[in-house]
C-alpha cells in the first residue's frame, strides 16, 4: 500500500485586515509571491469587493469576512484566532513586504541573538515579537519616499508612543542597529503564536477591542508580551514600503485622544521611559 | 549599552534658535574630548528630526517636562558624570532650583556645568544666585566674563559656534544668483534685519528708522487711521528685508506698522524657521545686516553676517559693541539708556532719526559698515576649540575655574 504523503502546512500565518482599496491589498499579496505561509485575509465589511484582488494576486488566501465593520482589533484577532501556524505575520494591505524580508524577520524569532538593551527586562529572554524596517511608499503622503516609517516604537516619559527615527533616511546608521525595543507597529509584526495564547490564558485580550478601530492596541500587545518576559525586537536588515492609512478600517475614525487617555491609564505600571536610550 | 554619560540640556530645534548651534559645538567638544562617554541630550524644541550628531537626542516637548525627565534619569541607576545646562540664565534658574530638591545620590554629587548668555548689566540677583550654585560657569562673550567677574564668578568664555564654512563670502555668481532669486536688481540697497519679533530687538526704531531713511526724516501726510498717505523719497531702490516671526501675539503688528510709515513696498518680512540655506540666501543678496537691539548676549545674526563678508549697523551695547568694535562696522550711539523696570538689565535704545542716519552713511559709502571675517574666524578657530574642549573636561572632572 501506498504510503500517503503527509500535506505539508506551513508554520507561518499572514492575517492581514482590510478595508476596502483592493488595490493596495493587490499588491500587498502580490509581493508575498513565493512565501510559504497560510495567507488569512480579513474583509472589515468592505463596501468594495477584494475578492478579485485576492483571488489575482494570492489565489490559495483565505477570506473570512466581517459582517459589519468592527475595526482593526477584532478584526486582526478573528485573523490571528483562525489560523494554526507557530509564528504569525500581521500585516496591513498597505505594506510591501518580500519573501526575503519575512524569512528574515521569521530566522531572528526563531534563532536570533540579540545583545539585551536598557529596555529589556530583567526576565526577557525569548525574542517574541519582532517587526521590519518600513519606508514611506513612493504614493504616500504621509513622508518622503524612502525614509523611515517605522524602525521601532519609543514611550517617551509621557508614555506616548512615538516612532523612532520617523522621516530619517533609510540608511543611516542609528537606524539600522538590531535592538529590542518596547513596541513595533502592528503594521508588520511578526510573533510566536505562543505569545498570544500566553496573554490569553492571563486572562487579557493580545488586541484589545476596549480601543474601538484602533490605535494603540499594537503597542499595549507588545507590553503585555514583554511583562510576560518576551522581547521585542526590530529588525532592519527586512525592509518594506508603506504607505499609511490606507488600510484603516475609517467607519466611525480613530479616536486618538481617547484611546491614549485608555491606553495611559491600562499601561502605566507595564511601560517604561525609554525615549533617551534610544536615539 | 553603555550607562555612564554626560547629560546635556539645551535647545536643539533644527531651525530657528540661536541655541542649536552652540549645542552642536558642544556635542562634538564633548565627543572629542570624552570619545568613550555617551553624550545624552535633553533637547527643548527637538522634535525627533535626524540628526547626525554623535549624541543619543530625547525630545523635551515642553520644559516643564523636564524636572520628571531629570528625576527619572537621575533614579535610573545611571552614572552622570555632568550636567551640561546650555539655556538662557532665568531657565538654569529653575533648574538649580529643582536640582536642590532632588533627593538622589546621584543628583548631589554630579556636577552642573551652566553655559548662557549675559545679554546685559546689572546681572540680577536670582542670576547670581543660579550661577553661584553651578560648579562651572562659561558665557558666550568677554562682556559677560567680566561682569561676572564683578561679582567674584569666575567664568571661560566658549567659542563662537559659527560654522564658517557655511557662513561664508559668496562668490559674485552666488550673490547675483541670490539677488535674482528674489528680484533685487543690482542698483537696489538692500538692509537685512534678522531678530525675533519682541521688545528686546527694538524692530519699531529699524522700520521707522528705515522710513526716515527712504522719506529723509520729512513729515509724511497721513489719513485719519495714521496711515501715510504721502510723501517725498529721498531714496526710491531701496528695500527691507526682516527675518522675524511675523504674527506674534506680543509682537508689533507689522501691517500697521509698515502702512504707517509709508514703507509697506519696501518691506520683505520672511517667516523666521527658514532653513539655514534659505537664510544664508538672504545674506547673500542683503548689502547690509541692521541690528537695533537693545541689548544682545551673542547676536548670532551679527556673527553670521560677518562671517559672510556682509556689512553691519548695529546698536552700540553689549555684544553688539564686543563684536563691532573687534570686526568693524558701523555702531549707532544709544539715545537713552535705562535700566529696565521688568529685571531685565540695562537696555540701549536707538532712536529711528540715528537709524535713519546710519542707514544713510552706509547707503553713501558701505565701507563704513564693511566688518572683518577674521574675527569670526579667530573666535571659532580649532585652538579655541580646543582651549573650550580642555575647560569642559576640567570642569567636569572637578577643576575649579581660575
Redesign the interface.
Known sequence: MARRKRKHTPDLDIVIPVYNQPEFLHQCLAGLDGVEANIIVVDDASNISIVDAVKSAAPNARILRNMRNMGFPTTATRGVEAGHGKYVLLLNSDVVISAEAIEKMKWVLAFGRVPP??VDMPTSVEIGIVAPKLTFDSMSPHGKTGTIQHAGIAL???LQP?H??????AD?PKANEMRSVQAVSGACMMFKRNVWRNIERDGMEPLPTVYGRGTYEDVEFCLLARNMGYRVVYVPDATGTHYVGASASLVGGYDLVGNYSIFQARMRKLAI?D????? | ?K?DFVLVVTEFAKIGSGYTSIARMLIDVLHKVLPETDI?V?GLSYR???H?APA????V?SFH?LP??LH??FLSGANVRALIVALDIPLQGKIVEWLQTEKSEMAKKTRYIGIFPLEATPVDLRAVFAIENMNATFVMTEFAKQELSLHGIASNVIPLAIDTEFWRVPTASEKQKARAKYMIDDSEFVVLVVADNQERKNLSAAVIGFSQFIYGGRELERDERGYATSGVKVVENVALHIVTRVNSPYGWDFADLLLRYGVMEHVVLHERGLPADELRDLYFAADVLLSTSKAEGLGIPILEAISCGLPVIGTKCTAIEEHLTAAGGLMIPPTVTLIDPFGNGKRAIVMPDTVAAGLKMAYNDINVAHTSRQYVLEKSSPTAIETFGQQLLEAINGKAQA
Do not use: K, P
Open positions: 538593551s536598557a517617551n516619559h509621557r512615538f523612532l527615527f520617523l522621516g530619517w533616511r543611516h521611559w525615549g533617551w536610550y534610544q536615539v | 549599552m550607562n545624552v535633553l525627533n528630526e535626524e547626525d543619543r537626542v530625547v525630545a516637548q517636562d520628571v525627565m527619572n534619569i
